[in-house]
């Protein structure tokens, strides 16, 4: 995912965990526009940076900090459950609660994670020994975010295709969830290959998410701005890659179209790999050189998504680093990151220990590929299984 402004965020200072702790008061500066003039006519506000505009710059300076990324752990109740039926375990509060408190505690996460996106019982919810969650990530110098869609439904007229709900309401939920602590938010809309795309689908998600984009930046949120191109279908990574870049000029058309503050924005496109059921496989090199080549054509000077095997995202990752370019090329990955840690706590207290340290290793591997330094040594067979399930990955 990407800073969409390296240049300025370069010079930007990192936001202070203290400015992040719940219900504390956060001096804002005045409204701040840019305005473009024109010798015949009066001046046209073209871009309108609300007046979080120098926060929202801090906390995407702090989130894409050098060797860190995102723990995406913002998996709605029955998606976590889909996690804990993996292992054994029923779907309840309860279980839900200990195996979060296990990922937000673990020692030393805050050195190779920068952000937590959190689901809304997460964010207000504490840990098995009482502690808001929101405070231990502070103190890890974790920055909170949150998840504000309210998933997917079918689109009308499309051809089986989907759009994203959840604008209505968005602008007093940003609102409350910032005095909770959440200082970015997350926006899940998709695009499948093997459906068209149609136009429509397109349009419907490149509007939506400058919609949310600018709505979360009014209420103090950075928003991370992500058409996720499902892995679905048995495509070459050369559609991928024709696909992805009609999807991201459509994007930023209508970002530039909502005013929305470009240096206060995360990018997280999809790394640029074949369909699923592809039975030409890419090297990581390939990936690392496709989804490159999408930025340089599409994305102004970014964390990645994942849906690989915990290895595979972090070797592609890794290919992604081995040279100069003009974005901090990270990582905001879900499954990448808990799927052995999940794995070895099997819901037994006396495992999460190991599940912790298991979790830091993984931590800790893409931390270094964000630097370019990831060898792949040493990883377990589990580490390099990938979980495909009804066209996601866990």
């Given amino acids: 995912m990407a800073s969409a402004s390296a240049s300025l965020l370069k010079s930007s200072p990192v936001l202070d965990k203290s400015e992040w702790v719940k219900g504390q008061t956060i001096i804002r500066q005045p409204s701040v526009s840019v305005v473009r003039c024109h010798p015949n006519a009066p001046s046209a506000l073209t871009i309108r940076a609300g007046s979080y505009a ?31 039926a993996s292992i ?68 009308a ?63 103090g949120l950075v928003p991370i701005v992500e058409p996720e191109i499902l892995l679905d279908g048995e495509h070459g990574i050369d559609r991928t890659f024709e696909v992805a870049q009609k999807v991201w000029a459509e994007v930023f058309f209508y970002l530039a179209e909502n005013n929305v503050m470009f240096e206060g924005i995360l990018l997280k496109p999809s790394m640029v790999t074949p369909g699923a059921e592809c039975k030409e496989r890419a090297t990581p090199q390939q990936v690392a050189d496709y989804t490159l080549k999408l930025l340089k054509r599409r994305i102004p000077p970014a964390f990645l998504s994942g849906g690989q095997s915990e290895v595979e995202a972090t070797l592609n990752l890794n290919a992604m680093n081995q040279a100069p370019h003009p974005w901090h090329v990270s990582f905001s990955y879900a499954r990448a990151l808990q799927n052995t840690c999940l794995k070895t706590w099997g819901g037994r207290p006396e495992n999460v220990k190991a599940a912790q340290e298991t979790l830091l290793v993984r931590a800790n591997a893409n931390s270094l590929a964000q630097l370019g330094k990831y060898t792949g040594e040493g990883e377990s067979e589990e580490a390099k299984k990938g979980m495909f399930v009804k066209g996601y990955v866990y």
């Fill in 54 to 84: 120098d926060e929202l710059v801090k906390t995407a300076k702090t989130v894409a900090s050098p060797g860190r990324g995102i723990l995406a752990m913002d998996e709605s109740n029955a998606t976590c459950g889909k996690r804990l």
């Fill in 88 to 155: 054994g375990l029923e779907n309840t509060e309860a279980n839900r609660q200990a195996y979060r408190t296990l990922l937000v505690s673990a020692p030393g996460l805050g050195k190779y994670i920068s952000g937590a996106i959190l689901f809304e019982e997460t964010l207000y919810q504490s840990t098995t020994d009482g502690k808001k969650m929101v405070d231990v990530l502070v103190e890890q110098n974790i920055v909170p975010g949150i998840k504000v869609d309210k998933g997917l439904v079918p689109l």
């Fill in 157 to 219: 007229g499309s051809n089986d295709e989907s759009w994203c709900q959840g604008l209505d309401g968005l602008a007093s939920r940003t609102a409350a969830y910032y005095q909770q602590g959440a200082r970015f938010a997350k926006w899940r809309t998709v695009v499948s290959i093997p459906n068209g795309p149609s136009a429509l689908a397109v349009k419907e998600a490149a509007w939506g998410l400058a919609r949310y984009a600018a709505i979360s930046q009014d209420n």
